[in-house]
């Protein structure tokens, strides 16, 4: 799928983007007293913000090329997003689906090429649109080991999608007419984590939790993250935090082995209902 070192940068880029928007998790003991062993505490997570800039590097045939893109430059391209999360607890058991998508769209025209002397155009314009779709989702289940200690496994599902449109903005030698299906793909990672909280009082509690992938397709997939929470009312919470997430690849194009890893790092911000 991958043709090119550039398009396995691209395309690796979007999976790690596709999870700049993933929500923290709620913090079930932190913030909240003791449930009734026998009755469902339902939570919804909505809305919800992660701003993170991403860092990464390709190494391959002894070269490294070195990426950073700022969240300012993620959030210009945005066409449509939706992030929401569901959470089902009864007793020590607590179930969770997040559900994130994002589609980007980008139109750029590039230079055209003409010899220097006789004026004969080698390469247009081109106008080239790039449609990007992804959708990155969690189904985990915790069980509760200690009342400050959740254990939880699960599947992480990644879906990308790019598509491009190439168009001559005039006459030329080299001019490209063309649709392009660069990548379509589904990734799975089965997941490990722990999730630990305290509570300060009855408003206030902390959290941190971390996970990592021991299956699947993504050589490496883990993430950090470190919450605190605010409780309005009973209905009504607060959280606001930082995160760190890590995707690292091997792949191979054209004989030549890329070794290709992103970090995403930023604050996140959410607003949670309880009932």
Sequence with gaps: MYKNKRITMRIHTIIALGMTLIAVMPLKRAIAGNTNANEWEFTIAFPMIWAPEINGKVEGDGDRVDINVPFDDITENLDFGFMGDFYATKGKWSYML??????????????GLQTPNWGITIAPQHQVKTEIKLSTNDLLVRYEAHKNVLLYTGVRHFFTKVDMDIKPLGAGIIAIDEKLNVADENLFDWLIGINLSYKFNNRWGFMLSGDAGVAGDNDEDYSINAVAAYKINKLHNVWAGYRYLEIGNETETDGIKFDITFAQQGPMLGWAFRF
């Design 98 to 111: 997040k559900l994130t998508y994002l589609r980007t769209k980008d139109e750029v025209v590039t230079d």
